[in-house]
């Protein structure tokens, strides 16, 4: 998300004034907001947070820190519901689940998305240019983004974005790896989210993401929404629900400002030294997906790199994609494959938007 020119990590929210185009645009006060809170809040037959001590006295300091009614705030968390099923789709798959690129691969690339890739491209083609002419980022990358995260505003989830992030914010399970840390990140998500449905005169209790609350073609987080979102089709308002044209410039004003470089491949293909004795595999795995080697490195720790990639100035990292019971595939990252790491930490993921936009761009050029 954002996921972005070098002016992009300035803040968007000024112009971010809907979350969607069916918000309401008139609330003149708490107390109306309140009232559709209210109503919109039976939607869910979930336990509502009001009951819950943490989540009030958590209400009572947003409102605090970003000088908002305290009783709007009140009645918009104690209002939100409990989702029993958002924390256990949260929770890391088993340990011992091998994974499997072609398997994970064939979840995205595939005909029904490739046609919905195309359709989307020509209708948008003359905005894609645009984002790629004004951003440096390729119509390619977006195509793929959007596609992957919502087979193109097709699946955007069907949860309430404010019940989903409470949920996580207070009810964020205990068993995952990193439990404390993701609970602070959902609890500052639900600030944001509260913050900008706030001061835009949004019903926090209309939009719909995903479990995760994130929302829109491109699938932004609050944060991202507020930090990257962009009115991209000049008409004054932030839409990334109805406006392709703003999902397409908030996704490519996302990558610059998380490092994307104008020009730059996302990776190369990399094989071995036939001697596995100049293989040095731990080492150049240590790093993970960051960026870590120069070519003549990399090389030298017995990764043969093709043609343009012996070539490649920057650090690249050596990235693995198991195969299951198979051979794992390798390639080597650049700069740009890591920035788009950064809109879904995994390199799986990545490869998936690369391979979806280079799908289309095939289709649409046959």
């Not at 519901?81 to 690339?109: C, D, E």
């Not at 984002?131 to 949860?159: D, L």
């Not at 209790?205 to 944060?223: I, T, V």
């Not at 997906?289 to 012996?310: C, E, N, R, T, Y």
Request: glycine share 8%.
């Amino acid at each position: 998300m954002l996921k972005t020119a070098s002016t992009a990590l300035l803040l968007i929210a000024a112009c971010a004034i809907p979350i969607s185009a069916t918000a309401q645009k008139n609330h003149k006060s708490g107390k109306t907001r309140t009232a559709a809170t209210a109503r919109s809040a039976t939607a869910n037959d979930g336990t509502p947070y009001a009951t819950r001590a943490d989540a009030l006295q958590f209400a009572d300091d947003l409102a605090g820190r970003r000088d908002l009614d305290r009783e709007w705030v009140r009645q918009a968390i104690g209002q939100a519901r409990f989702l029993p099923q958002v924390p256990r789709l949260m929770l890391p798959p088993a340990k011992g689940t091998a994974k499997n690129w072609r398997v994970y691969r064939s979840r995205f690339i595939d005909p029904v998305r490739i046609r919905a890739g195309l359709r989307f491209w020509q209708d948008n083609a003359e905005t894609l240019a645009r984002a790629e002419r004004e951003f440096g980022v390729p119509a390619e990358i977006i195509v793929g983004i959007i596609g992957v995260e919502t087979i193109y505003g097709q699946q955007m989830g069907n949860f309430r974005v404010m019940d989903a992030l409470a949920t996580l914010a207070f009810d964020f399970p205990a068993a995952h790896p990193r439990a404390a840390e993701r609970t602070e990140f959902f609890r500052r998500e639900l600030e944001q989210f509260l913050s900008l449905t706030h001061r835009t005169n949004v019903d926090p209790f209309e939009p719909r993401g995903s479990y995760a609350g994130a929302m829109g073609l491109g699938q932004f987080m609050p944060s991202s929404w507020v930090r990257y979102a962009i009115d991209f089709d000049g008409d004054g308002r932030v839409d990334l629900f109805n406006s392709p044209a703003d999902a397409i410039g908030s996704v490519a004003n996302y990558f610059i400002a998380h490092g994307w470089k104008p020009g730059m491949p996302t990776h190369y293909s990399v094989q071995f030294d036939p001697d596995p004795a100049r293989v040095q595999l731990d080492e150049l795995l240590a790093p993970d997906i960051l960026p870590s080697f120069s070519a003549a490195s990399m090389q030298a720790k017995g990764a043969v790199l093709d043609a343009a990639g012996a070539q490649h100035a920057g650090p690249l990292a050596l990235v693995e994609l198991q195969n299951g019971d198979e051979a794992p595939s390798y390639v080597a990252g650049t700069e740009n494959f890591y920035a788009i790491t950064r809109y879904n930490w995994s390199s799986y993921y990545a490869m998936a938007v690369i391979e979806l936009g280079r799908e289309v761009a095939a289709a649409r050029a046959r």
